[in-house]
T-cell receptor, first 112, second 109 residues
Framework: NAGVTQTPKFQVLKTGQSMTLQCAQDMNHNSMYWYRQDPGMGLRLIYYSASEGTTDKGEVPNGYNVSRLNKREFSLRLESAAPSQTSVYFC???????????FGPGTRLLVL | EDQVTQSPEALRLQEGESSSLNCSYTVSGLRGLFWYRQDPGKGPEFLFTLYSAGEEKEKERLKATLTKKESFLHITAPKPEDSATYLCAGLDSSYKLIFGSGTRLLVRP
């Protein structure tokens, strides 16, 4: 059981470039989430998917898009990266919205 | 506005020196209070969920408690391997987790 996996582990982008962060879970969870973590701040929710086929905005959705590809996979896309998007991105999953969220190892993104 | 505040920001303890971490929350319709541990360069690892005031949960040297306004994470006789950042989060009425900024704990041998 790998739990929640994320790729890549680390990425450097130039301003304006695009990229997709991948997340997969093998716990048969219905709900999946994307967060960002910045120094001195708590984790902030970007987007979430309550169940396969649905996605909703979180606290900080601007500049991001998501796709719930199937029950296992939830991707986060940056269409035109900006330095303000330099952060550590975490994917999480839970059985449903009320249950405990389990986190992946994170993707460290640097936008120059 | 929903908010979770953790104190202190950083805490240094000697091995064996017990202490408590505080998490105060103003989360409307709180549906659960979660504690996570985060090691450097890794994702948060789940520790506890508390659902109602007066509830307590324990795991090894850690005990979490909940009141109507705050939660405490008590660490008894800590060891160096307990060094980490401890995160507190409240699940709000729309089932979104509101995180505090964490307490960095360093336990010296």
């Amino acid at each position: 059981n790998a739990g929640v996996t994320q790729t890549p582990k680390f990425q450097v982008l130039k301003t304006g470039q695009s990229m997709t962060l991948q997340c997969a879970q093998d716990m048969n969870h219905n709900s999946m989430y994307w967060y960002r973590q910045d120094p001195g701040m708590g984790l902030r929710l970007i987007y979430y998917s309550a169940s396969e086929g649905t996605t909703d905005k979180g606290e900080v959705p601007n500049g991001y898009n998501v796709s719930r590809l199937n029950k296992r996979e939830f991707s986060l896309r940056l269409e035109s990266a900006a330095p303000s998007q330099t952060s550590v991105y975490f994917c999480a999953s839970s059985r449903d919205l009320r249950e405990t969220q389990y986190f992946g190892p994170g993707t460290r993104l640097l936008v120059l | 506005e929903d908010q979770v505040t953790q104190s202190p920001e950083a805490l240094r303890l000697q091995e064996g020196e017990s202490s408590s971490l505080n998490c105060s929350y103003t989360v409307s319709g709180l549906r659960g209070l979660f504690w996570y541990r985060q090691d450097p360069g890794k994702g948060p690892e789940f520790l506890f969920t508390l659902y109602s005031a007066g509830e307590e949960k324990e795991k090894e040297r850690l005990k979490a408690t909940l009141t109507k306004k705050e939660s405490f994470l008590h660490i008894t006789a800590p060891k160096p391997e307990d060094s980490a950042t401890y995160l507190c989060a409240g699940l709000d009425s729309s089932y979104k987790l509101i995180f505090g900024s964490g307490t960095r704990l360093l336990v010296r041998p």
